[in-house]
């Protein structure tokens, strides 16, 4: 997988290119502490180019979710793909982490 971000007005947008899985889990991980230590709390995770997600990458998203709270901020999701957004509807976790159509509308009404 791979990761960059880049900080807008009032948000950081990372962008996940491949596979979201139990290799790469930890590396998002990471990378959202990583954001979020250099002071960024309100992240989108932009999900245009992950085609795949399986509870891993899940059990990640979820971690960085709460990372971001815990730093006073929060954790959006944008441009989910159909099989992402199966596994999200599917355990429910859609209610939790809400997608938006583009990383520009998951803050922007904020």
């Known amino acids: 997988m791979d990761l960059s971000y880049e900080v ?3 948000y950081a947008e990372i962008k996940a290119a ?4 139990m290799v790469s889990a930890p590396k998002l991980r990471e990378f959202v502490a990583d954001v979020v230590a250099a002071g960024s709390s309100r992240i989108v995770v932009n999900l245009e ?3 795949f997600m399986d509870s891993s990458g899940l059990g990640a998203l979820i971690g960085c979710l709460k990372a971001a709270r815990q730093a006073g901020g929060d954790l959006r999701i944008a441009a989910v793909q159909p099989q992402v957004k199966m596994v ?3 355990t429910s976790m859609d209610r939790v982490l809400t997608s938006y159509a583009t990383a520009a509308e998951a803050f922007g009404n904020d």
């Open 18 to 21: 491949g596979r979201l899985n």
């Open 8 to 10: 807008k007005d009032s």
């Open 49 to 51: 180019d992950t085609a």
């Open 88 to 90: 999200l509807e599917l």
